[in-house]
């Protein structure tokens, strides 16, 4: 089992950056494949970016392909979502998943286990 702790979200203005962290707790981190996933007030969750095992692999929403990115460092049982050229749109509480099973990525209900969540708010 694992539990994950989000950090680094807060307040920032539209064009500006933040970088989440999530701390997972356990010996074995290494096995699961992480993602993230957000939900605005009112809305539905829905998948930000993921990680595989291994770390080669990244999946991106359309949405913020070329802004986020995904990462992990297996040393201190942390991934990061680095998140730049933000919008308002992007506003959203942050959630990090972490997924032991062979199951689509960009799925909530392929995840084992989540954070609590981190809100992230950008200003206009």
């Known amino acids: 089992q694992v539990q994950l702790v989000e950090s680094g979200g807060g307040l920032v203005q539209a064009g500006g950056s933040l970088r989440l962290s999530c701390a997972a707790s356990g010996r074995t981190f290494r096995t699961y494949a992480m993602g993230w996933f957000r939900q605005a007030p009112g809305k539905e969750r829905e998948f930000v970016a993921a990680?595989?095992?291994?770390?080669?692999?990244?999946y991106n929403a359309g949405s913020v392909t070329g802004r986020f990115t995904i990462s992990r460092d297996d040393a201190k049982n942390t991934v990061y979502l680095q998140m730049n050229s933000l919008k308002p749109k992007d506003a959203a509480i942050y959630y990090c998943?972490?997924?032991?099973?062979?199951?689509?990525?960009?799925?909530?209900?392929?995840?084992?286990?989540w954070g609590q969540g981190t809100q992230v708010t950008v200003s206009s």
């Open positions: 998943a972490a997924r032991v099973r062979s199951s689509s990525c960009y799925e909530a209900a392929s995840y084992d286990y």
């Open positions: 990680l595989s095992w291994s770390g080669s692999s990244t």
